[in-house]
T-cell receptor, first 113, second 111 residues
Framework: NAGVTQTPKFRVLKTGQSMTLLCAQD?????MYWYRQDPGMGLRLIHY???????AKGEVPDGYNVSRLKKQNFLLGLESAAPSQTSVYFC????????????FGPGTRLTVT | ELKVEQNPLFLSMQEGKNYTIYCNYS?????LYWYRQDPGKSLESLFV?????AVKQEGRLMASLDTKARLSTLHITAAVHDLSATYFC???????????FGKGTRLHILP
């Protein structure tokens, strides 16, 4: 049982490049979330999903796209990276059964130069 | 739009003292979360509070929720150095299932 995993752990991009961050969970959770964490800003919700095939915008969705084609995976895409997207990205998943807990992945540190 | 405010944002305290972190939020919610984050690490779930009046305790930490006042507190009893970390509260909106975080409280406990 790996919990929530994120790929890659680190990445450096040049401005204008694209990339996809992968989040995978093996807990059969319905809900999945992408956050970014910047110093002094806490965690800000980018996009989230309440089930396979669904996505919704969070607080800071501009410049990002997401897909949830399979229940266990939640992909975050940057089509044209900008230096303002330099951040640590966290994925989380959660259920709606007994616990309501949210489980976080280890994070991806992205630098855009 | 849901706003979540934590205070204080930074707290330096002596071992053995008690203190409380406050989390205020702006819209109706029945679910509130507390997390701990150590430097360079991911977030660890501490408490999930699911109803008005909910109180949960784990060791020296106790969390409570007052949905009428839109306020949650995280109380630290007889602090020890190992509790030094950043603590976040997060609130789930009733309307659309978003989970929004506060900016975090950086807690530094002096030995």
């Amino acid at each position: 049982n790996a919990g929530v995993t994120q790929t890659p752990k680190f990445r450096v991009l040049k401005t204008g490049q694209s990339m996809t961050l992968l989040c995978a969970q093996d807990m059969n959770h319905e809900y999945m979330y992408w956050y970014r964490q910047d110093p002094g800003m806490g965690l800000r919700l980018i996009h989230y999903s309440v089930g396979e095939g669904t996505t919704a915008k969070g607080e800071v969705p501009d410049g990002y796209n997401v897909s949830r084609l399979k229940k266990q995976n939640f992909l975050l895409g940057l089509e044209s990276a900008a230096p303002s997207q330099t951040s640590v990205y966290f994925c989380a998943s959660g259920g709606r059964g007994l616990g309501y807990e949210q489980y976080f992945g280890p994070g991806t540190r992205l630098t855009v130069t | 739009e849901l706003k979540v405010e934590q205070n204080p944002l930074f707290l330096s305290m002596q071992e053995g003292k008690n203190y409380t972190i406050y989390c205020n939020y702006s819209t109706t919610s029945d679910r509130l979360y507390w997390y701990r984050q150590d430097p360079g690490k991911s977030l660890e779930s501490l408490f999930v509070l699911l109803s008005n009046g909910a109180v949960k305790q784990e060791g020296r930490l106790m969390a409570s929720l007052d949905t009428k006042a839109r306020l949650s507190t995280l109380h630290i009893t007889a602090a020890v150095h190992d509790l030094s970390a950043t603590y976040f509260c997060a609130v789930e909106t009733n309307r659309d299932d978003k989970i929004i975080f506060g900016k975090g409280t950086r807690l530094h406990i002096l030995p």
